[in-house]
């Protein structure tokens, strides 16, 4: 994997941290990502050094679904099954949902298949099988309605 893949995959999986972080405490934009700047993003913490991540990707995507929280909860829920609403799924779900959302409908320069596969990725250090096959069917169908 290229640096620029792993940074990327570093920046995602902050991204996701750093969403769950806002919705959970409600920290401001601009702190949250200096926070992230001065100590999450390719920092050591406890032992582990964590990925250089592409900060500029990592604001990009935070910043995007900050912006377009609303449009990218239209887009998620409906695709949810009938009974389903976004406050049923947990805090990191959200987030997954809305970072891979944002990156398939403003980052033309990203594959669709790449944005899925990612987010699969950082769905696994959340969740199970299960879980991770709810993350590849709605972004894929949110995939094929966005981007054609």
Same mark, same amino acid.
Do not use: C
């Given at each position: 994997?290229?640096?620029?893949?792993?940074s990327r995959?570093?920046? !995602?999986? =902050? =991204?996701?941290? %750093?969403?769950?972080q806002?919705?959970?405490?409600?920290?401001?934009? %601009?702190k949250?990502?200096?926070?992230?700047?001065?100590h999450?993003?390719? =920092?050591?913490?406890? +032992?582990?050094?964590? %990925?250089?991540?592409?900060?500029a990707?990592?604001? +990009?995507?935070?910043?995007?679904?900050?912006?377009? !929280?609303?449009?990218?909860? +239209?887009h998620?829920?409906?695709?949810?099954?009938d009974?389903?609403?976004l406050d !049923?799924?947990?805090?990191?779900?959200?987030?997954?949902? !809305?970072a891979?959302?944002?990156e398939?409908?403003?980052?033309?320069?990203?594959?669709?298949?790449?944005?899925?596969?990612?987010?699969? +990725?950082?769905a696994?250090?959340?969740?199970?099988?299960r879980?991770k096959?709810?993350?590849?069917g709605?972004?894929?169908g949110?995939?094929?309605?966005?981007?054609?």
């Open positions: 994997m290229s640096t620029r893949s792993l995959s570093a920046a !995602r999986l =902050a =991204a996701v941290q %750093a969403l769950y806002m919705e959970m405490e409600g920290t401001p934009l %601009a949250l990502l200096h926070e992230f700047h001065e999450r993003l390719g =920092a050591t913490i406890e +032992d582990a050094t964590y %990925a250089e991540a592409e900060q990707f990592f604001d +990009d995507v935070v910043s995007g679904v900050d912006a377009r !929280r609303v449009e990218l909860d +239209d998620i829920a409906g695709k949810l099954s009974g389903w609403s !049923r799924l947990d805090r990191p779900m959200r987030a997954i949902l !809305r891979g959302t944002y398939l409908l403003a980052r033309p320069d990203v594959p669709v298949a790449s944005v899925i596969s990612e987010y699969l +990725d950082v696994d250090a959340f969740y199970d099988k879980e096959g709810f993350v590849n709605l972004l894929d949110i995939a094929k309605d966005v981007r054609r």
